[in-house]
């Protein structure tokens, strides 16, 4: 009999296993054609970069993991060699869904191990779907869910990190080893955090000494240092990084979160939620269910609201006031409270003792695991070159035919910009030797439009894209007087390439 319940207690967590996966894996896999654009094009090329430096033991030539952004996004191409070509750089985005797969696996197991009752964990499988997922179709928020970019990466290590605290507080490990490995636990998820975005350092400070307080309590004063000490070891090289190279990353998130460069971006609150809404109206079911269900807890169970559930519901909380707050306001900086938040309130819906054991929590993390991995290897086909980086492809044809060293891009738009042109270099030769610039963005710094002119005149082409193409806005305030300088200066007729693109000829060095 003993047999007979234990068999029917593990299909229980396999069912809920697989409906968990059933719901999540549309939220950052997708399997339509994918066109590049800004941020994504940038993280692209670092990963080629990295790999290409890598594997041919090119030390110096690591330093394409340093720039604005952490590294985390410029790794994805070390396990399949140094990427030389498209088809082979698309292989990246395999590696970033299965990252996000034992994200999601690893939530799973943590969820399971807390005691989350499994018509919740399925409830707050469905919200996420529901707000992020493919419905309706060509919604915005499932396309920044499902692209290129760190977002996605984020929320599901945000997710794993806030989980960490019910973890802490419902399954107890007094041994020192036990300390030990949760806290190298603790470092790894707060690592990936932190080198995926240093908006993560809200979480950190928050949470480490919260993870460090509960063990103090269950754990007595020998494990707490014990977790410490690992969690400071293990988490040294991402801190050595940051110290070393994290000013301009630090300074770069300040600027676009609540700096100067934040208001360019800037769209009044209200606005903001309509336009979410209307562009993906799964939200309002998530956010009606999550402020139904913590109503009925403020007003049933308010006994919970002292404890570390609820805590880590408002550590959540709070990180979606400061999203909302700044200027610069998109949905994919959201991404960590909506996927969150659902799976938090679960927690508190559900009370105490209804934990899985560890086996059966394994059984199903491995199985969630498996199949996300499966579903994610036919993502490598979803850059679409054409797309993506046929006007750069153009533009670099068209300079190769009259051997131009210097290209200079007097407009800004998503399928033609710098990060392009140089992911087109990346995996072309056609551009080996070709330096690409732009005067786009040359406005917002307040630099005299005679730096420009000298910049017009010393490039061997300029290119400008039709005004129906061009955006944002304020990347493009002085392209009537760019083209006007550039028609009095090279006296060519421009060249047409790519269906909407003006190359001008300056100094055409024939072969």
């Not at 499902?146 to 929320?155: E, Q, V, Y």
């Not at 519901?313 to 409270?337: C, D, K, T, Y």
């Amino acid at each position: 009999m003993d047999k007979v319940l234990d068999i029917l207690g593990k299909s229980k967590w396999l069912v809920v296993a697989a409906l968990f996966a059933f719901c999540v894996a549309p939220t950052f896999i997708s399997y339509q054609p994918y066109q590049f654009r800004w941020d994504d094009s940038n993280y692209l090329l670092g990963s080629i970069k990295v790999s290409q430096a890598f594997w041919s033991g090119n030390v110096h030539g690591l330093g394409a993991m340093v720039g604005k952004r952490p590294p985390a996004m410029a790794l994805l191409g070390l396990p399949w060699g140094p990427l030389a070509s498209w088809d082979a750089a698309s292989k990246c985005f395999i590696t970033l869904a299965a990252v996000i797969s034992l994200l999601a696996a690893l939530c799973l197991y943590l969820l399971l191990r807390i005691g989350v009752k499994p018509f919740f964990l399925v409830a707050a499988s469905v919200c996420v779907v529901a707000s992020i997922g493919p419905y309706p179709p060509g919604a915005s928020a499932h396309w920044d869910a499902t692209a290129f970019m760190a977002d996605n990466l984020f929320a599901w290590t945000t997710l794993a990190a806030v989980l960490l605290i019910p973890y802490e507080a419902r399954t107890h490990c007094p041994s020192i080893k036990g300390a030990v490995m949760r806290g190298i636990l603790w470092a790894s998820i707060l690592s990936l955090g932190a080198m995926t975005k240093v908006n993560f350092f809200y979480f950190i400070v928050l949470i480490v000494p919260t993870l460090f307080f509960i063990r103090l309590h269950y754990g007595g004063l020998r494990g707490a240092v014990a977790a410490l000490i690992a969690f400071a070891c293990w988490s040294a090289p991402s801190a050595i990084y940051l110290a070393r190279w994290g000013r301009p990353v630090f300074d770069n998130a300040k600027a676009f979160s609540f700096g100067r460069l934040a208001d360019f971006y800037y769209i009044p609150l209200l606005q903001f939620l309509g336009d979410t809404i209307r562009e993906s109206p799964g939200l309002v079911l998530s956010f009606v269910l999550t402020v139904t269900a913590l109503i009925y807890i403020v007003i049933q169970r308010r006994r919970i609201l002292w404890g570390p559930d609820f805590l880590t519901l408002l550590i959540m909380i709070g990180f979606g006031i400061v999203v909302l707050a700044s200027h610069n306001r998109q949905i994919r900086f959201a991404f960590p409270a909506i996927v969150a938040l659902p799976f938090l309130t679960g927690i508190l819906m559900s009370g105490k003792g209804h934990s899985a054991s560890g086996r059966s929590a394994a059984l199903a993390a491995g199985l969630v695991l498996c199949g996300l991995l499966v579903a994610s290897v036919p993502t490598r086909h979803r850059a679409n070159r054409q797309q993506s980086l046929g006007r750069a492809d153009a533009v670099l044809a068209q300079a190769a035919g009259c051997n131009a060293k210097r290209i200079m891009l007097a407009t800004d738009s998503p399928t033609l910009n710098r990060n392009l042109m140089h992911l087109a270099i990346a995996v072309s030769a056609l551009g080996a030797a070709v330096r690409v610039d732009t005067l786009a963005y040359q406005a917002m710094s307040g630099a005299p439009i005679e730096e420009d002119f000298r910049a017009i005149r010393e490039s061997d082409e300029v290119v400008f894209q039709d005004k129906d193409a061009l955006s944002p806005p304020f990347a493009n305030q002085r392209v009537l007087e760019y083209e006007r300088y550039t028609r009095q200066q090279g006296g060519f007729d421009p060249i047409r390439v790519g269906g909407d693109v003006s190359v001008y000829p300056m100094y055409c060095r024939k072969k």
